[in-house]
């Protein structure tokens, strides 16, 4: 049930924000404050997330495979490789460093 | 007529501008890349205990990627419905962004906009942006979103039908998805120092709180690193 709340609550949100900016007019949200907060915004939670989901096993910090497929990642960004190469270097290196027994 | 008829439609209207075909072959590559990741999402939604339904329903209607990994990350942690929820619906809001620059550039009647608002998600964006006149930013807009949109829900029920199929998702590296789908979003956006600088201190936040707060809440806090340092910023300038 918990988990079709957060389901139900997400829904709702994003696709509020979503036309919210369609049919919002634009002097509303052109503000520059606001402009930079949500430019900035996802920079804070894409960088929180990353390392958390990196680097942690529920309330533990942990430092494993994971870190090795998330430095695949970042090389192959590095090397303006496409969006699926870049997920898939992440997963082949993380099953691999597994393997390996890391 | 569906807003993708209406578009393709008009976008055929018009002669001059970049060639149809040109805008297609673009719009198809940025949605076939980044739809077959929706795999990745329905093995992590099964691998974080959502049900396949579920994670249908998500990319279905919410259809943001980063968002939907966030809730499915959070719920995995044991975070209550409600932070979960918070942390996505916040990385959902720059999508409204979005939404104010395409609403200028696309030009879209009243009636369309509701089905539209559907599709404002980065990549539908970056694709319509980069084209240099309206008809290809509709064109460009409609086929981005209409094949992403088909191929993200379609590998969504294939990843979380298949993550039983493939037994320890742990095991294949698929856990690792997620971070990598993030940090692809995240890289092209640390253009100067004030985004790393926000980048920076909500890493330190995200995992400096982790060991001591709720599930989710972490990531709130971290969000709080953005008014942060604009606020440092506009103190020091």
Known sequence: MNVWIAIGLTVAGCYAVKLAGLLVPAGALERPAVRRLSALLPVALLAALTAQQTFSTGHDLVLDARAAGLAA????????????????????VTAGVRALGG | MGTEQVLIQEALDGAGGRPRAAVVRDALGVGVAVGLSGFAFGVTAAGAGVSVLQACVLSLLVFTGASQFALVGALAAGGNPFTAAAGAFFLGTRNAFYGLRLSQLLALP????????????DETTAVALAQPDRRSARLGFTVTGLSLYLLWS?????????????GDTAAWGLDAAGPAVFLALLAPMLKSTTERAVAGLALVLGLGFLPVLPAGVPVLIAALAAPAVLWLKGRSS
């Open chain 2, 110 to 121: 009243k009636a369309v906009r509701p089905l539209a608002a559907h599709w404002v998600i």
């Open chain 2, 154 to 166: 379609l590998t969504t029920l294939l990843g979380a039908l298949g993550a039983e199929a493939i």
């Open chain 1, 73 to 92: 990642a970042a090389v192959a960004l590095l090397l303006r490789a496409p969006f699926l190469v870049v997920v898939a270097a992440a997963v082949v």
